[in-house]
């Protein structure tokens, strides 16, 4: 996880769960996260920008080899000498670039040529990319996340292109990825009040909720607690199975 993303989502959670301010009117959740990561409006928006779920072509082809990648025939090895024709090749399934280059020289020119008829019909037929960074702030917190996206990309990036990804925002919804690790989804925040029921403030990022069997035990385990003393429980996993949580005062 990004150093930024990381940060912004303690401080979230921090300012949702354990502030001592989190139940003032006067005081928004963004607001007073902002204060406390000590970050300005611009930062609070670049952060934002750099978890806008999306594909980025420079990483998946960061890893490509340099240089003109025909086999060398007396030696194991590619070329590697200075390219001159230079394509993408779009993965059928995932629609992630693979880039491809070779030399002037013939026997590279040739090797390289049918690689580049499948190259550019795999461009006809690639499909959306599955998103490759960002979409880690909705694994936490519910809130109108692609309305703030893509406000962050219009001004921080200058992109009005932005759209969000079939796929979902969330990047645990994405599909897997062959030789990827895929995103897990993170153990669930949930604040309740000394009523059972969930807090939140308006327009403001809020703890993403636990699924209706968890939500309902959770309940019944706060009535419980209640009846042995007067507290309110926030109940926090730790970053092992969801069910395996807490429940700390």
């Known amino acids: 996880m990004p150093t930024g993303t990381r940060d912004l989502i303690?401080?979230?959670?921090?300012?949702t769960l354990r502030d001592p301010r989190r139940h003032d009117p006067e005081v928004t959740t963004w607001a007073r996260t902002r204060e406390v990561m000590n970050a300005s409006n611009k930062t609070m928006w670049e952060l934002l920008a750099d978890d806008a779920p999306r594909y980025d072509a420079r990483i998946t082809e960061a890893n490509d080899p340099?240089?003109?990648?025909?086999?060398?025939?007396r030696v194991d090895r590619l070329c590697g000498r200075s390219t001159i024709i230079g394509f993408s090749e779009f993965d059928p399934v995932t629609g992630w670039s693979r880039?491809?280059?070779?030399?002037?020289r013939p026997r590279c020119r040739e090797y390289g040529r049918p690689i580049q008829e499948r190259a550019h019909h795999s461009f006809t037929k690639r499909p959306e990319p599955i998103p490759n960074v960002g979409g880690l702030l909705p694994l936490f917190f519910s809130w109108n996340w692609e309305a703030k996206y893509r406000k962050a990309m219009e001004l921080v990036r200058y992109s009005t292109s932005w759209e969000p990804p079939s796929y979902g925002l969330s990047a645990d919804e994405w599909p897997n990825v062959p030789g990827n690790e895929p995103v897990k989804a993170f153990p669930k925040l949930r604040l309740a009040a000394s009523g059972g029921d969930m807090v939140a403030k308006p327009d403001a990022p809020t703890v993403v909720t636990a699924d209706a069997?968890?939500?309902?035990?959770?309940?019944?385990?706060?009535?419980?607690?209640?009846?042995?003393?007067?507290?309110?429980?926030?109940?926090?996993?730790?970053?092992?199975?969801?069910?395996?949580?807490?429940q700390v005062t």
């Open 66 to 73: 340099n240089g003109c990648q025909a086999p060398m025939v």
């Open 10 to 15: 303690l401080a979230l959670g921090w300012v």
């Open 213 to 246: 069997t968890r939500a309902v035990a959770a309940r019944s385990n706060l009535r419980a607690a209640q009846r042995r003393a007067q507290f309110s429980v926030v109940s926090l996993p730790r970053q092992t199975s969801p069910s395996k949580g807490d």
């Open 99 to 104: 880039y491809w280059g070779f030399c002037n």
